[in-house]
């Protein structure tokens, strides 16, 4: 996967939690706003979770 704005590879935990913690400020990440935001961010991080998650060859 790569930042469409940056271009950055994320392929490993360290690159993917310093982008994501580029783009947080003091407040943190506020998606509640927006519902459809607030919807495919969810979706997404639920996709990204499972991959995570899942049992090998699960």
Known sequence: MRSGL???G???PT???I???LCVGSEGYVISADEKVRMKF???V???LNRGFRP???
Do not use: C, I
């Open 10 to 12: 994320m392929s490993d």
């Open 15 to 17: 690159t993917r939690k």
């Open 19 to 21: 982008m994501l913690a």
């Open 56 to 58: 090998a060859g699960g």
């Open 46 to 48: 639920g996709d990204f």
């Open 42 to 44: 969810n979706s997404l």
């Open 6 to 8: 940056l271009g950055v």
